[in-house]
């Protein structure tokens, strides 16, 4: 995994990845006059390994700095309330962003999160409980994975969730 941050807040954060080449490229531009120091980051990387153990991880405490268009911002900060092992949906998150019937925009804000886990996108489901775009390369099944991590079984209406591509 790798990491990019600021004095205010984690920028970037990307899922795991093969090798550390791969984590480079996913990083991108945003290692560009980056100061390389793995210590700086020594706290969450032992939230993390204690949530991918599968111990209960607040991660919503983990301070971010992220430059937002408005309703992104929104967005992402509601789905920051969604807890450990439950879901919601994109027109749930819409509405909680303050702009019912956006779903799409809310799964734009989702699609382009730069920082998964941190705001855990992988909470978010479609209205049917189905599981629905994802990245980090491995996509839904990493999604499906992160859910079950959490202890995760059913959507807020009691069905299964599924994969869907």
């Known amino acids: 995994m790798g990491v990019v941050a600021s004095e205010y807040g984690i920028r970037r954060l990307t899922l795991p990845e093969r090798t550390r ?11 560009d006059g980056a100061d390389r120091d793995p210590a700086a980051f020594a706290a969450l ?32 900060a509601a789905c ?20 019912p019937g956006a779903s799409r925009a809310a799964g734009q804000a989702m699609a382009r999160n730069p920082v998964p886990l941190l705001v855990p996108c992988h909470r978010v489901v479609g209205s049917d409980g189905q599981l629905h775009g994802f990245g980090g390369g ?16 059913r959507n807020p209406e009691g069905r299964q969730l599924s994969l869907t591509d």
Do not use: N
Not at 21 to 31: N, R
Not at 138 to 153: M, S, T, V
């Open 80 to 99: 920051r309330t969604i807890p450990a092992g439950e879901t919601r949906t994109y027109s749930w998150l819409a509405e909680v962003a303050g702009r």
């Open 21 to 31: 080449s791969d984590v480079e490229a996913e990083l991108g531009s945003s290692l």
């Open 138 to 153: 491995i996509g839904l099944p990493l999604k499906a994975r992160l859910l079950e991590l959490e202890g995760h079984r």
């Open 45 to 76: 990387r032992q939230q993390l390994d204690r949530y991918f153990s599968g111990e209960p991880e607040d991660l919503s405490t983990v301070p971010i700095d992220l430059d937002d268009p408005e309703f992104f911002a929104a967005a992402r």
